[in-house]
C-alpha cells in the first residue's frame, strides 16, 4: 500500500511538472547573438575639448545581423544628456535635409560610457568610412573615428 501510495505521489508530481509553463527566454535585438565579427574599427579622435575616447567597431553577428560597437573605453561628455551617432562619409558632420542627406546615415543616441551596441537595419552602404559623434543641443562636434 505504501508503495503504491508513494508511486502515485511521484506519478502526480511529475505530471504537475510537466503542466508547467516553459520559462521564455527574451535575447536583446539589440545586442549581437552569437560571435560578433569586426569587419572594421577605428579609434575616436576627441573634438571641442569632450573627451572622447575607445574604440569604434563595425561587424556582424552569428545571424549576420550588422552592429556598430563601441568599446568599454568608449567615453565623451555628457553635459547635454545624449549625444548622436551617425557614420558618415568623412570626419566633417555635413548635413543636407534637402536631398535626404546622402552623407550622413543617423544611427541613433548614446548616452553612457562604455560598452555600447547599435543594431544597423539594414546594413550600413560601404562609402561610410567614419563614426561622428555630434551634439544637437550645441551644434558641435564631440569626435569622429575612421573605420578602416
Known amino acids: 500500500m505504501k508503495l503504491n501510495a508513494l508511486l502515485l505521489s ?3 508530481m511529475a505530471a504537475l511538472s510537466a503542466c508547467e509553463k516553459e520559462v521564455e527566454v527574451i535575447v536583446d ?6 560571435v560578433f565579427t569586426v569587419s572594421k574599427s577605428g579609434t575616436f579622435t576627441e573634438q571641442n575639448a569632450t573627451g572622447s575616447k ?3 567597431q563595425l561587424g556582424t553577428d552569428t545571424d549576420g545581423i550588422q552592429f556598430l560597437k563601441f568599446g568599454s573605453d568608449f567615453s565623451t561628455t555628457f553635459a547635454t544628456g545624449t549625444v548622436t551617432v551617425y557614420l558618415s562619409t568623412s570626419m566633417t558632420f555635413t548635413p543636407d535635409p534637402g536631398n535626404g542627406n546622402p552623407l550622413l546615415r543617423l544611427v541613433g543616441p548614446v548616452s553612457k560610457a562604455g560598452e555600447n551596441f547599435f543594431r544597423l537595419d539594414p546594413m550600413a552602404e560601404t562609402k561610410f568610412t567614419h563614426v561622428i559623434l555630434w551634439c544637437g543641443s550645441a551644434n558641435v562636434p564631440f569626435g569622429y ?3 578602416q
Not at 29 to 34: D, L, V
Open 10 to 12: 511521484l506519478t502526480l
Open 29 to 34: 535585438p539589440t545586442k549581437p547573438k552569437g
Open 54 to 56: 575607445g574604440a569604434a
Open 145 to 147: 573615428a575612421k573605420l
